[in-house]
C-alpha cells in the first residue's frame, strides 16, 4: 500500500485537501495512508528551535542536519525515497508521480526559511524535489502537490471514477479541449465533430488538438514528443498488452 510520510514544521495543515473528495475517501477507507512527523519534536533545546543562522553570513535561518537527521529516522523508511521539496530540485513530472504511485510511497521533507543544510542530502539518501520554477514559503504545498500527483493514479483509490489514459503528459502530450452541455454556450458550439459519433474521427481530432496546444504551449514537450514518440506510463502498457 502506497504510504506517505510528511516532515514538516505544520503538521496541523495536513491532510488538508488531501483529506478531500475521491482521495479523502480512499484515505478514510484505508486505501492509502498519511502521516506526519513534527520536525520540532527533535530539537535538542527548551525553546524548540531547528535552525539557525547560515555559515558564511547572509539573510534566514538555515534548518540543522543533525535535528532533521534525526526526524528522518525516526520514521521506518520501508523501501521508500526521502524526497525533500526544493525550488533546486529535479523538476516533478508525471512519470515520477506514475513510478511513485507503483512503488511503497514517499517519505516528504518539508523546508522552511532559507531551507536546509546540505550535508543531510548525502548523510541521509534525501533527493531535491521542485514543482514548479518558483519559491514557495515552505515545502508543505509541495508535498501535498506531489503526493496528490501519486495518489490519483492508485488503482484502488481512483476506482472507476475517472479513466487516466488521456491526460495531459500521458503520452507526452497535454489534454485535447473538453466539452458538455449544453451543446450552444454564449452563442459558441461545440465543436461539430465530438458530436458526429464517428469515434475514429472524433480520435484523430482529438490527437490533431492536443498536438496543437502542446506545440503552442510547450515547445520543450514537443520537442520530446517528437524525439522519442509517444511515451506511455508501465500501468497503460499492462492494460493494453
Ligand atoms: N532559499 C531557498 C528557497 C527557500 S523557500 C532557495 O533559494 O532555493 C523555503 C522552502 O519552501 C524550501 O526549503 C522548500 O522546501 C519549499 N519550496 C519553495 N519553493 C519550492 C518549489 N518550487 N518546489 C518545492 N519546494 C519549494
Known sequence: ??????????????????????LGRGLAEGRWTLDTVNIR???????????????GGGPGLVMRAD???????SVSRNDRPVLCLS????????A??????????????????????????AARQVEEVSI?????????IGAMALIEACVRLIPAVLG????LGEESFEGGLLEYPQYTRPREFDGRAIPEVLLSGDHQKIAQWRRKKAEDITRARRPD????????GPIRSDKNKDETS
Open 132 to 140: 514548479g520554477d518558483f519559491v514557495l514559503a515552505g515545502g508543505e
Open 87 to 94: 525550488p533546486r530540485g529535479t523538476p516533478f513530472t508525471q
Open 221 to 228: 514537450l514537443w520537442d520530446a514528443y517528437q524525439k522519442s
Open 160 to 163: 472507476s471514477a475517472s479513466s
Open 96 to 121: 515520477r508521480a506514475q513510478a511513485l504511485a507503483d512503488g511503497p510511497g514517499v517519505i516528504a521533507l518539508c523546508g522552511r526559511f532559507e531551507g536546509v543544510d546540505e550535508r543531510i542530502f
Open 67 to 73: 535535528i532533521l537527521a534525526a526526524a528522518i529516522d
Open 1 to 22: 500500500m502506497f504510504s506517505a510520510t510528511v516532515l514538516t514544521l505544520f503538521p496541523e495543515l495536513f491532510p488538508g485537501p488531501l483529506g478531500a473528495s475521491i
Open 41 to 55: 519534536d527533535f530539537s535538542d533545546n527548551k525553546y524548540g528551535s531547528v535552525d539557525d543562522t547560515p555559515a
